[in-house]
């Protein structure tokens, strides 16, 4: 029994003291004890609403694509990042390095009867800052083309203006050049299909990479082969339409399209 009253006497004294050290009831909120209120100064609002700041466009952008004026930038040309003019090929440039690689044996035998150029660029030395007006030249310029003949990309590479090397590019598909667009257009307006009807037009082409079916691939898979359009200028909808495999060198499809409503 002695026991028993021990025990309840140390549970009501430890209550007793848990009570005693505890906030008052009226001095708590639902999320702890409340603080006095902040004194905040309050503010007329002013008489006349700001003016809202009006989107405006540069007047110097060529049709179809507006640029915006930005806030705060600098108009003053001097301020822009200059251009390292060594690390420009210009087009005297390239058509002396095409003469240089074009003339060269390996690269003739490679590229075979039907070829095209596509692009050329210099070859930044490694492991050094290579962009703007800090790319460091090394005299090294890569030159692509694409045979038609061998259906493959061909890579170039020189020094000045001889060839290092010449090597297949399996597999890869370049980004349509000037000289593939050119010849798509051409293919397609002569195509019965099309004949007599896209001569007003302006053709457009781009790269396409016909799919692979399970029993059967699309027509031109793995070929070269572009997707030609012709509208009535750059922004008009596509009138005409044409498949056109460069590697065969012949329309696969060709057609009008619908009216777009």
Same mark, same amino acid.
């Given at each position: 029994?002695?026991?028993? #009253?021990? *025990?309840?006497?140390?549970?009501?004294?430890?209550?007793?003291?848990?009570?005693?050290?505890?906030?008052?009831?009226?001095?708590?909120?639902?999320?702890?004890?409340?603080?006095?209120?902040?004194?905040?100064?309050? &503010?007329?609002?002013?008489?006349?609403?700001?003016?809202?700041?009006?989107?405006?466009?540069?007047?110097?952008?060529?049709?179809?694509?507006?640029?915006?004026? *930005?806030?705060? @930038?600098?108009?003053? /040309?001097? /301020?822009?990042?200059?251009?390292?003019?060594?690390?420009?090929?210009? /087009?005297?440039? #390239?058509? $002396?390095?095409?003469?240089?690689?074009?003339?060269? =044996?390996?690269?003739?035998?490679?590229?075979?009867?039907?070829? @095209?150029?596509?692009?050329?660029?210099? &070859?930044?030395?490694?492991?050094?800052?290579?962009?703007?007006?800090? =790319?460091?030249?090394?005299?090294?310029?890569?030159?692509?083309?694409?045979?038609?003949?061998?259906?493959?990309?061909?890579?170039?590479?020189?020094?000045? $203006?001889?060839?290092?090397?010449?090597? =297949?590019?399996?597999?890869? +598909?370049?980004?349509?050049?000037?000289?593939?667009?050119?010849?798509? #257009?051409?293919?397609?307006?002569?195509?019965?299909?099309?004949?007599?009807?896209?001569?007003?037009?302006?053709?457009?082409?781009?790269? *396409? +990479?016909?799919?692979?079916?399970?029993? =059967?691939?699309?027509?031109?898979?793995?070929?070269?082969?572009?997707? #030609?359009?012709?509208?009535?200028?750059?922004d008009g909808d596509p009138k005409y339409w044409a498949v056109v495999d460069l590697t065969e060198d012949k329309v696969?499809?060709?057609?009008?399209?619908?009216?777009?409503?």
């Amino acid at each position: 029994m002695s026991c028993q #009253i021990t *025990m309840r006497t140390v549970l009501l004294v430890a209550i007793s003291l848990g009570y005693g050290c505890s906030l008052d009831a009226g001095s708590r909120g639902p999320f702890g004890p409340e603080d006095p209120e902040t004194a905040v100064q309050k &503010i007329a609002l002013p008489e006349k609403a700001p003016v809202p700041h009006v989107f405006q466009f540069t007047g110097e952008d060529i049709a179809g694509h507006h640029k915006p004026k *930005m806030a705060g @930038t600098v108009q003053d /040309a001097s /301020a822009k990042r200059a251009t390292n003019a060594s690390a420009v090929l210009t /087009a005297e440039d #390239i058509a $002396t390095l095409r003469r240089a690689a074009e003339s060269d =044996r390996r690269v003739a035998a490679l590229l075979g009867s039907r070829w @095209t150029f596509i692009d050329a660029d210099r &070859i930044p030395p490694e492991g050094k800052v290579t962009f703007g007006c800090c =790319r460091e030249t090394t005299g090294l310029v890569r030159l692509v083309y694409y045979s038609y003949s061998q259906n493959v990309a061909v890579e170039v590479r020189l020094k000045e $203006t001889g060839v290092l090397s010449v090597v =297949r590019l399996e597999g890869y +598909q370049p980004p349509e050049g000037r000289q593939d667009v050119q010849r798509g #257009i051409e293919l397609a307006k002569a195509d019965p299909r099309l004949a007599g009807k896209v001569e007003q037009l302006q053709g457009h082409g781009l790269l *396409m +990479q016909p799919d692979s079916g399970f029993f =059967r691939n699309d027509p031109g898979y793995a070929h070269r082969t572009i997707w #030609i359009t012709f509208s009535k200028g750059q922004d008009g909808d596509p009138k005409y339409w044409a498949v056109v495999d460069l590697t065969e060198d012949k329309v696969l499809e060709a057609g009008e399209e619908p009216p777009r409503s």
